[in-house]
């Protein structure tokens, strides 16, 4: 069996180097602040990525009814299912507004990119931001920086499990334990 594309061993570290294959809390805070430097376009997406936790092929085929202002969430088409599976994530009523303003294309989509033009895209944004270059420096980055996210802020698995469009819970198990906040509590009662 396989998940993101690698074996069952799959870690939220670079199994070479060990460096982590997430964004932190502060370097998700200044690429956000890069993001805010951006075009319009550019700028939501950024922040889509970031605060939905979606791939970005999910983000870029996003379309404006799949926006829900009253919920405040967006609801994206997962992708790796073999079924077509749609999930709803709750975002800030900032990035509802972001995308929002948007212009639409004929067909609902918020943006024209290619998946490769967006990804250059993100990385230079993350360069902008003065973040080492590493394994977690790119979209996907960002996707494990919020399950590490919802992980740390005691979000509830199954909650984690369907924001990020996980088919098994054994997925969304990584983030929990590359968090280990129960073991640094631990660990704290020894200090």
């Known amino acids: 069996m ?10 939220v570290h670079d199994q070479k180097t060990g460096r982590r294959k997430y964004l932190t809390a502060d370097e998700r805070r200044r690429f956000l602040a890069a993001a805010d430097r951006q075009a319009p376009s550019k ?12 791939r970005i092929s999910e983000a870029l085929a996003l379309t404006i009814h799949q926006v829900d202002g009253e919920r405040l969430a967006l609801t994206f088409r997962t992708l790796k299912r073999r079924r077509t599976v749609f999930r709803v994530v ?28 967006a990804w250059r895209a993100v990385k230079a944004t993350m360069q902008r931001a003065g973040i080492a270059d590493g394994p977690g420096t790119c979209p996907k980055g960002l996707r494990h920086g919020f399950g590490i996210c919802a992980a740390g802020h005691n979000v509830p698995t199954n909650l984690i499990q369907r924001w990020m469009g996980h088919a098994r819970p054994t997925t969304t198990a990584i983030y929990l334990d590359a968090v280990g906040v129960e073991e640094r509590q631990f660990a704290a009662r020894m200090w």
Do not use: K, N
């Open 2 to 11: 396989t998940m993101f594309g690698g074996s069952e061993d799959w870690q």
């Open 90 to 117: 709750p975002v800030p009523q900032t990035v509802i507004d972001m995308v929002c303003a948007l212009p639409v294309e004929a067909d609902g989509r918020l943006w024209r990119l290619h998946r490769v033009t």
């Open 43 to 54: 700028r939501a997406l950024c922040h889509v990525l970031t605060y939905a936790g979606c």
